[in-house]
């Protein structure tokens, strides 16, 4: 696991916080062209000059809730994403979100629970959970899918931790706003800092995971590291990225998405064959590596576990 | 030099995005998702060679090179070359034949309603775009036809503008050039003539 015990005085206190940035910046990039070097490792190798630091992850369980799908490369997973914050192509995140820095790193958690507000830091806040894997479609809005060997623990276990109260009603969650290393904050793009929200019953669900994984290694920074969310049986801009804050409130939060473009994407982003999008047609995808299209599934095929969440509620008029 | 001399190299050219897109497909560069890739870039060069077209008559009224002419049939075909590129992409890579899909988006998604009407308005200028096509309509009514660009022209732009998800810069920049292109038109026919002959040449496209 990443757990890192911080030495008693932190570079942040001596050095200034800029510098230090820059300082990792280079060792990483520098360990990561070793690891790269050492291991022979072909994708490490591809991005010579934004070399990542990456830590294999270790015990590592297996997960009855994982697809038996083939999932996709580790080179598809890791140069396809969606991450405005560092561009609008799906390129961008690989070639810039290197410029982030994921250490150190904290989560705010905040809200309606017994325990007291924190900043946690990521190594604490991982600490107590046992990594596994869970192999799960990933159905973005824009009719691709992927499948991907996430590795992570359930969120409901995080929640447990803070005892939320009666109160909290949704789960908050919001992203890195760090314009300085996230270009695509600093153009004309979605508001920030990003935002997203679950309902706690989503949030509590066991297929909810939080991941800092994905084959066996810690997420790329394209990818949401250090920590991010997971939920399959939504579209993928549900699944916030580089998470700094948790929040449990009582009204429903807002959505980046929702936000910008309301007629578009909905609160729940369900998903969902029957309900058009109004540049998709959500009824089939293309997983990413095919050539022939599939036919979507209700709920991204997770509809068995999770339909019951929606029980009674018009998926036409909540989508 | 010579148009003649000249033109081989420009309808070559012409065939450089493709080329690329060939050795980018051949070295396995086209992303994770080649169709989605495929279907980007020649959308992207359907609409740069309609707008190329479109600036062959007011460059050659703003620099007096008549010679330019000869180099606007050309351009016009290799739009509607890379606009049927653009389309085959969708419909056969992409859906490959699934036509209740097909058909589903070209009536309820309208950035591809937006976008099939402009290949549509483009297929008559290309099937009637060879010299005895002119002659067999004669040259009034073959440029009332081809005024036909016009609408394809803002039809593609339109279908980029609709599509894209947030950042409407790039559509926006074609917006611009778009409406510059047709804006000198206007002024050319309306402001920059003396009444009388304006009146004899507006059956004339530009």
Redesign the interface.
Same mark, same amino acid.
């Given at each position: 696991m990443l757990i890192k015990h911080a030495p008693d005085i932190r570079s942040s206190e001596i050095t200034p916080e800029r510098v230090y940035r820059n300082r990792r910046q280079f060792i990483q990039a520098a360990s990561g062209a070793v690891a790269g070097a050492v291991t022979g490792g072909t994708v490490l190798g591809h991005y010579s000059g934004t070399a990542q630091a990456q830590e294999v992850l270790q015990d590592v369980r297996k997960s009855p809730l994982s697809t038996d799908d083939e999932p996709?490369s580790y080179?598809?997973i890791t140069?396809?994403n969606n991450f405005?914050e560092f561009g609008?192509d799906?390129?961008d995140p690989a070639r810039y979100a290197h410029e982030m820095t994921i250490d150190p790193w904290s989560v705010r958690v905040e809200g309606a629970m017994n325990k007291p507000a924190a900043n946690v830091a990521i190594e604490d806040l991982l600490r107590p959970h046992t990594l596994e894997e869970r192999i799960y479609r990933l159905r973005c809005v824009e009719a691709?899918s992927m499948v991907v060997p996430w590795v992570g623990f359930p969120l409901a276990d995080v929640i447990k931790r803070f005892e939320p109260t009666s109160k909290a009603k949704y789960v908050r969650f919001e992203t890195l706003h760090r314009p300085e290393e996230m270009r695509g904050q600093r153009?004309?793009?979605?508001q920030w800092p990003y935002v997203e929200g679950l309902r706690m019953d989503e949030a509590m669900h066991p297929l909810t995971i939080l991941a800092v994984g994905v084959y066996g290694k810690t997420l790329l920074n394209q990818q949401g590291a250090p920590l991010r969310l997971v939920v399959p049986w939504k579209y993928g801009f549900k699944s916030i990225k580089s998470i700094v804050k948790m929040a449990f409130v009582e009204e429903q939060p807002l959505n980046s998405w929702n936000v910008?473009?309301p007629s578009e994407y909905g609160f729940y982003s369900n998903v969902n064959p029957d309900v058009?999008h109004?540049?998709?047609?959500q009824?089939?995808e293309?997983r990413?590596?095919s050539?022939?299209?599939i036919r979507t599934q209700p709920f991204n095929g997770y509809a068995d576990q999770v339909a019951g969440l929606y029980d009674g509620m018009d998926l036409a008029e909540y989508y | 030099m010579t148009v003649r001399r000249i033109k081989p190299w420009v309808f070559v050219a012409c065939l450089v995005p493709l080329g690329w897109l060939l050795w980018r497909g051949a070295t396995g560069a086209l992303?994770?998702?080649p169709?989605?890739d495929i279907t980007h870039r020649t959308g992207d060069w359907a609409l740069r060679f309609l707008l190329l077209t479109l600036a062959i008559t007011p460059l050659r009224r703003v620099l007096g090179w008549s010679s330019l002419a000869s180099y606007r049939r050309m351009l016009g075909l290799f739009a509607f070359f890379y606009a049927a590129l653009h389309l085959s992409t969708y419909l056969v890579?992409?859906?490959?034949f699934?036509f209740d !899909?097909i058909f589903? *988006?070209i009536v309820?998604?309208?950035?591809v309603t937006a976008g099939f009407t402009g290949f549509v308005l483009m297929l008559p200028l290309a099937l009637t775009s060879n010299t005895s096509m002119i002659r067999r309509l004669g040259g009034a009514r073959w440029r009332r036809l081809h005024r036909l660009v016009y609408p394809a022209a803002v039809a593609g732009v339109v279908h980029y503008l609709? !599509?894209v998800?947030? *950042?409407i810069?790039p559509p926006l920049v074609y917006a611009a050039v778009l409406t510059l292109l047709l804006g000198v038109r206007l002024w050319f026919r309306y402001a920059a003539r003396p009444a009388a002959s304006a009146g004899a040449r507006a059956t004339l496209p530009t």
């Open positions: 996709n080179e598809d140069t396809y405005y609008t799906k390129g691709w153009g004309r793009s979605l910008s473009i058009s109004p540049r998709w047609s009824a089939s293309r990413i590596g050539f022939f299209r | 992303t994770a998702n169709i989605e890579l992409d859906f490959f699934a !899909l589903d *988006d309820e998604r309208r950035y609709w !599509l998800k947030i *950042d810069t």
